[in-house]
Structures are given as C-alpha cells and as structure tokens.
DNA sequence: GTGAAAGCGCTAACAC
DNA sequence: GTGTTAGCGCTTTCAC
C-alpha cells in the first residue's frame, strides 16, 4: 500500500486519490522527472520511453495538477473578469472579448459579479488576488480603489473598463462617454427640438456624470436654457425613471425629447412612450436588440461592448508581456445610429 | 539579498517577491503557524498576538496565496461553467444564476464558450479540470462526453445544462423542449392554421430534434399532414434561415404560420417578416428582450435561462455535498407568452 | 537520455 | 497559546 493515510478511500475506485506523476513514473517504471517531460512535451525522451510513459497515463487516468504547477512556477495564466452583472447584455460581449484574448494567450478566465456594490467588486477582486490571477479586468462598482494598491505593487495587472479607478493608477479602457452623449443631443437639437430631457443612472457613476456632461455641453453649445426639471439622475428602477420621464412630459414646462442614459433606462422609456399619443423624439445611450425592428425604430448612441473588451484584454495582456508604459486611458468612440425615434420632430405647441 | 534567482527584480520593490506567511511571521516575531491561524480565524492565539501579526500582515501587503493552500486541502472551492457563447443573451441569466450558487458556497466561477466546437469545449472542460475545479456545469456542444469519464470517476461532479451528456452517465437539467415545442404549435393549429412551418437549428443538437418532434406530434395529433417543405433544420446563420422562411412563404403549398426553434432564428424571421405585406403568424422558442414592443408583439415559448443555471448548480453542490443518488435528469417547464403575433389568423386563402 | 533532491507557500498533525 | 515538522504534486537544478 503505496497511502496508508487514507485507508477507508483506497478501496473505492471511484473516489480514489487522483494519481499523480510519482504514480505514473512508478507504473511506466520510470523517473518522475522523464514523466513531467512527456507530459510538458519537453525533449530528451526516447521514443520508446515515451511510449511507456503514455501508456501509463491513459491505464491510471493522469491529469497534471495545474494547482502543483502554478505554485510552482509563480503564474496562473488565468485573469479575473470583475463586472456588474453578467446577465446585463451589455457585459456578455465584453466577457466573451476577454475571454477570447485570454484563450489566445492561453489563460483561464475567472469571472465575478459586483452587482453595483463597492463592497462586492472589492471581495472579488481581492479573492481573485488570492489565487494569485496574472491580471484583472474591472467593471468598478466602487470609486475607490486603493484596497488594489497592494495587489498592482505585487505585479497583478490589472485593467479598468467602462469607469475609471478611483485614487490609484491605473490603465483604463473607456466609451467617450461626455462625446457621445453631446452628440446625442445635439442630433435632437438639429431637428428643432429645444426642451431636451435628460434620464440618467446614479450621478456617482462616471458614465452617467459624463453623459450629463455632454448633455449640458450640447444644450449649452445651441445656446439653450436647461430647465432643471428637464435633467434627473438615479437608480435605473423602471419605477423610478417612469416616474421621472412622465414628470418631464407633463410639466408645466414639456419636453419634446427624451435622451436617455443608458440601455435600461431607454428600455423603460420606450415602453412607457409606446403607450403615449403624442410622439416625443428619444435618443438612448447604448444599443438595443431588435432597436430596429420597434415602431419607430429607436435611434442610439452605440456602444462597441465587444471592442472594449478586446482593447481592455489586449493591454492587459502588452502589461503581463512586460509593458512598463505609463498607465493609460483608452477611449473609444461611439456610434450614433439614426433610426427614426431621434428624428422626430418637435410637436406643434 | 534574500532572493538571488532575479537579480534584475530584486532592486524594484514593485515587482518584487510577495510575501509569504513566513515573512509576516519573522516580521511579527511569531510562528508560521500562528499566523496561518490569525489569517484563517482560528482561535488560540491570543489578543497582543493577533494584533502584531495584524500590522505585520497590513505592514508587508501580504495576502494568503490560494495556490499553496488549494493544493494541500486538496480542494479549490471553484466550479468551471462551459457554455457556447456567453455573449448570447441566453446565457448571461443563466452564468448569473451559476455565479450566484457558487457565491453561497463560498466557490469561483471558472468561465469558458466552446463556440459550439465539441473539440474546444473538450478542451476547455479538461483545462478546468487540470486546475481541479471542484464541479463542472457544461452546455455540451459535443455528443460524446466519454473524455469526461476519468474525471467523474476522480469525483469531479458535473451537470450538463440545456441538452444531455452523450456516452455517459451524468445529472442534466434541460428545459421541456419537446412539450414546449408541441404546445406552440397547437396554439397556431387552434387559431386555425393548417400549413405551419417550422425552422429549426441543426438537427443532431438535442433541443433541435426534441423541439422538431414536438412540431410532429402537434401536428399529427391535429390530424395534419406534413409537407416536406416545411421543415428546415441548420445553422443559425441568417442567410440559411432567410432562405429557408422564404422558401416557405412562397413554395407552391404556402405556409401561413411559421414556429421558429430558438431565438437566433425568431430574431432573422421577424426581420423578414416586417418587410412583407402579408400578415404570417409566429411563435418563436425563446423569449427575446422588447418582444412585447414589436408590430405585432411576438407570442413566444419562454425558457427560464436563471433557473436552469439555478437549478444545476444547486444539483451540482448537492453533489458536492455527499450525494449519491443515480444521475438525475430534471426537466424545466416552458412558459407559452401570447402576445400577438402566435394570434394572427390564416390569411384567407 | 535520465533521475534524485530541493522547494514553491500553505495546512495538518503533533509536539511543547 | 505557540512552534516544529512533514508533505500536498509539481518544476527546477544539477548530477550521472
């Protein structure tokens, strides 16, 4: 008896103790070191000992311990994906983005979600620290990010998307989050419009402080006066932005025109306008499935999730290659797709 | 000196060496092992200890590496999830709902899309495998899981998800495709549709012939002859599924209802169908997001993505918990949504 | 071409 | 209460 530590298992196959290089090279009749070459597909193995040795994998069922290896060589080639929420579509595309890059460069994906909550995004990204993941991807709930400080000085990469990291440096991939919102608007304005509302998420959140931004940039720009209970910030509870969006329509001021902050805001609106007779223009901040297929179709400012992603992933991986640049921020374009619902026209007075 | 491996590192406190248990024990004058207790909340170490192995731990940034400690427990408190695309709506929920189980155990979640390659998810499923995973949750793309096999025998528990493991024996929990399929197409046979088509994904992909089947039998219990012509099965592409409705619509024996297989083919008939004058009704397998918003809104048979990412990964840590019972499959009930266009009548003929 | 020995950083077992 | 020792399964080093 090769495990005298575990007497009550050695009898069961099925739930037996995984073998292990010591056991094939006992089986092949062999060196352990000759066995992890094979296994590795290093050189210097004969032919015909090689032979020996897969046959001896395949009788025991060997699989390497890649936890063994990685305690041993120091990299996991693995990163960790922290984001809001995965069932979000806006994150499927970027997931699978990181996910592919990472496969290129042969590492595992480890993914977590924040659920918006600071206190989360910060459990998983530290236990992802703990399995000593090469890098990080980070969606931030949170803004502050010095509990990281550690983990960047210890050389784990790591790059923030969609936000920015709060107190630290840090490389980040953003949308022209303030541009393409200016845009937005200023597409309704060039159609007559000129009492714009603005629905937007949590004002803390860098996106949505930027979209305001540029919302406030376009109005001002045309020389338009912002009433302020054209503009209103908050949770992306359909309860709540219903609320707020039927408050602007009615007022004693009305809007004409709706820009929306994000994809579930619009979703809410839409919903809510459908149900409406009089037609009040809206553009939305990020794209829709099937956008173009409602009535009237609805037009967008468009979100590349799947090339920040990639971008993000790709200089993560230029960092873990040995990049000691300065830490960057990315900020790709966004796309303004006119469809119908941002082209229509101010209602008569 | 203390690490003269990396001369060129050793200057960069940046990069250099993480610090381990033993450092923080020589820094705080203590034991290795009892810092192993303060970092893991054991008792038996009194009050002033505590606190000097506090500041030296903060002092030093160090943080317990999981590696080493996975692989003297013997267990890594992860489960690897291999779905085909996680940039596919359908997936999202569902690799939440894993998420969120594996959460309440206190478990990762390793993420890999086998892009409907049966050679990647094999390969995927066997890297998580060598990194130990605890569990497995595989949306198979294959349908021989035989390679598994060594695996499950090692204890590693897994749950195939949305179609059954091939070749072995092993838990699953999939939807009611064949019943779900069967009563969409009864809701059109009960609006007086004779000629229905239907257009499906590949047919060695179970949901597909399961769902197909279920067309059948609707069809046959109605009494209702088959046309050839009028069921397609293939690939999801646009192109192919284009042709096929079209074909379909203006063959010699016109269908007048279609029932579409899965999303990806409901989302590229709707478009076709917006661009034709005649009225056709459809029910699509698969609930879309603004489906209710559409012209006419899409009567669809919904599957609950989140409760079957739920329900297997609760099974799975059933598993994990001891149980033995035989391998289970568990089938989830579809959910017929009528909203508009599963009610068009026939167009007269 | 091959293998023995050391050690990655931690936890388990057992001293004191 | 605290420390010492062995060893998880692999890779690295170096001897043969």
Chains 1, 2 share one sequence.
């Not at 099925?14 to 066995?35: E, I």
């Not at 000992?49 to 290896?69: K, M, Q």
């Not at 600071?118 to 980070?138: N, Y």
């Not at 990281?148 to 953003?174: N, Q, S």
Request: charged fraction near 25%; charge should be neutral.
């Amino acid at each position: 008896m090769a495990d005298t530590s575990r007497p009550t298992r050695a009898a069961s196959p099925r739930y037996g103790r995984r073998p292990t290089m010591k056991d094939v090279a006992s089986h092949a009749g062999v060196g352990l070191k000759t066995v992890s070459r094979v296994v590795n597909g290093e050189s210097g193995v004969t032919a015909d000992t090689e032979r020996r040795v897969r046959e001896a994998i395949t009788a025991l069922g060997f699989r390497r311990n890649d936890s063994a290896r990685i305690l041993r060589k120091g990299r996991t080639a693995s990163i960790g994906l922290v984001l809001e929420d995965l069932a979000d579509p806006f994150y499927g595309p970027l997931s699978r983005a990181v996910e592919d890059v990472a496969r290129v460069h042969g590492a595992l994906l480890l993914n977590g979600s924040s659920a918006e909550d600071p206190q989360r995004e910060r459990e998983v990204a530290l236990a992802f620290c703990a399995r000593r993941v090469d890098g990080l991807v980070i969606v931030p709930a949170g803004d502050d990010h010095r509990y990281l400080a550690p983990e960047l000085a210890a050389g784990i990469a790591t790059v923030f998307v969609d936000r920015p990291a709060g107190h630290i440096e840090a490389d980040a991939v953003l949308s022209e989050n303030f541009a393409g919102a200016r845009d937005g608007v200023a597409h309704l304005i060039a159609r007559g419009h000129r009492r714009i509302g603005f629905i937007g998420d949590q004002p803390h959140i860098h996106t949505a402080a930027e979209r305001l931004r540029g919302y406030h940039r376009a109005m001002g720009a045309a020389g338009l006066a912002v009433d302020p209970a054209w503009t209103a910030s908050g949770p992306t509870d359909p309860v709540r932005v219903r609320a707020d969006a039927l408050r602007m329509l009615t007022g004693p001021n009305p809007v004409t025109a709706l820009f929306t902050g994000n994809n579930r805001v619009t979703l809410t609106v839409v919903r809510l306008l459908a149900g409406l007779d009089r037609p009040v223009a809206l553009v939305g901040f990020d794209d829709l499935e099937l956008a173009d297929l409602l009535d009237p179709p609805i037009t967008v400012v468009a979100q590349d999730a799947a090339r920040i992603g990639r971008t993000a992933a790709e200089l993560l991986f230029r960092r873990l290659a040995g990049s000691r640049e300065e830490p960057q921020r990315v900020e790709l374009p966004t796309t303004l797709i006119a469809r119908g619902s941002g082209e229509i026209p101010p209602a008569p007075p």
